[in-house]
């Protein structure tokens, strides 16, 4: 059955279409990963803005030279000659001070801040630096608040609240520490490949539908193998070309930025992006954790594609619901008052793409005894989705009446 395999593979690759919307969506990754770098800007005084290469380069470099790890000591002294350079003038006023070394002083501001709660570079001044500034104390303190706050939807139960604090104590103290400029250009440009989701739409719809418009359905349902494995084989040539498709474009956009930015940084924790985030992981974990998301809900999105593509004979149909499954759910808002509407709304496709933000909540699902994260349930849900789709839709075209 390889052959067959071979065929259906190549019938999705040759479609004129296909080959269109593929090579333009590897020249959109290129185009805007490379804009990313390019429109990198470090501003270091009225007279000196650097960019692109340059600026990214510099920043790391001051960034690194700081110091290894953020110890309760260096964190103290740090602030503490931020605070007497600074003196009683507005921090927008010498924003030079900051320029070279923004990321860090965001993470100190952003670790004062209240959890639910926006900063300013002048958080930086009132911060009391006489007995230490307890970065990490604070950093469980909000922790703690949070959880015992809960959010909008409804408080958190003592599992829950167990659940987290246990991941939360884990993370290793104190933070190491280096720049994180090239690994986060490397997490923005995974995140986009969220957008190349349509494309995986666009190449999969035919599969079912196009043989009820060439009139072939007929033709394949009474062959030998007609409802056995050519439908299989349909099936699994579908996803091999998401596979494949999602790997390119993940090579494509990983690579340009390595190669222009290197690997320096892959294994700092990610709580260099935000100190609340309570998971174990390094950048390159996070980076690669994201894209097992993106291909994931590629997954997803080719079996939806598939089921519709077997019920509705219309390609147009299959593309206009993926695309309302994909982006319609950023249209719908959270409940102030419904706990369930916003946690079936946070497992949506466009709310659970961009894994940087969703790392930075608390939410969680709870089953019986058991308690699992937004990424955990996200996983079992979609994992869940397709292979019940893709059952299906194999179903689905099998029983369908030929000549109808």
């Not at 995140?191 to 394949?220: H, K, M, W």
């Not at 340009?256 to 950048?283: E, F, H, K, S």
């Amino acid at each position: 059955m390889k052959t067959i395999l071979g065929f259906e593979l190549k019938k999705i690759l040759c479609r004129k279409v296909n080959l269109i919307a593929i090579a333009l969506g590897l020249l959109l990754i290129v185009v805007s990963d490379i804009a990313l770098i390019v429109d990198s800007s470090l501003f270091l005084s009225e007279e000196t803005i650097l960019t692109g290469m340059e600026a990214i380069k510099v920043q790391s470099e001051t960034e690194s030279a700081l110091t290894t790890r953020l110890s309760e000591e260096f964190l103290t002294d740090f602030l503490r000659d931020y605070q007497r350079q600074i003196g009683d003038r507005p921090a927008e006023s010498d924003y030079s001070l900051i320029a070279p070394k923004s990321n860090l002083c965001a993470l100190i501001a952003s670790n004062y801040a209240e959890s639910s709660g926006s900063w300013n570079w002048e958080d930086l001044k009132t911060i009391d630096t006489e007995n230490g500034i307890g970065f990490y104390e604070k950093r469980m303190e909000k922790i703690a608040s949070l959880l015992d706050t809960g959010d909008a939807g409804g408080d958190y139960t003592d599992a829950e609240k167990a659940y987290w604090m246990q991941k939360a104590e884990a993370i290793e103290t104190p933070f190491e520490w280096g720049s994180t400029e090239g690994w986060d250009l490397i997490w923005t440009g995974i995140q986009s490949l969220f957008f190349q989701l349509f494309i995986v739409s666009l190449c999969i719809a035919p599969v079912f539908a196009g043989e009820y418009q060439n009139r072939t359905d007929a033709l394949i349902l009474s062959s030998r193998y007609g409802k056995t494995k050519l439908v299989h084989e349909k099936i699994l040539a579908s996803f091999l070309f998401t596979l494949l498709y999602v790997g390119l474009c993940s090579l494509v956009s990983v690579g340009i930025n390595i190669c222009m930015l290197g690997t320096a940084g892959w294994n700092l924790p990610v709580q260099l992006w935000d100190t609340m985030i309570p998971y174990r992981l390094t950048a390159a974990g996070a980076c690669a954790l994201n894209l097992a998301v993106i291909l994931l809900l590629a997954f997803v999105i080719t079996a939806i594609s598939l089921l519709l593509s077997a019920v509705c004979r219309s390609q147009m149909v299959v593309l206009a619901v993926d695309v309302l499954v994909l982006y319609g759910a950023a249209l719908l808002q959270p409940s102030k008052t419904s706990g369930l509407w916003n946690q079936v709304l946070d497992l949506l496709p466009v709310n659970s793409f961009n894994l940087s933000e969703v790392m930075r909540t608390y939410n969680s699902y709870q089953l019986g005894n058991a308690v699992l994260s937004w990424v955990e349930m996200l996983f079992v849900v979609y994992i869940l989705i397709t292979v019940l789709c893709t059952c299906c839709a194999g179903r689905s075209f099998r029983k369908c009446q030929v000549g109808r």
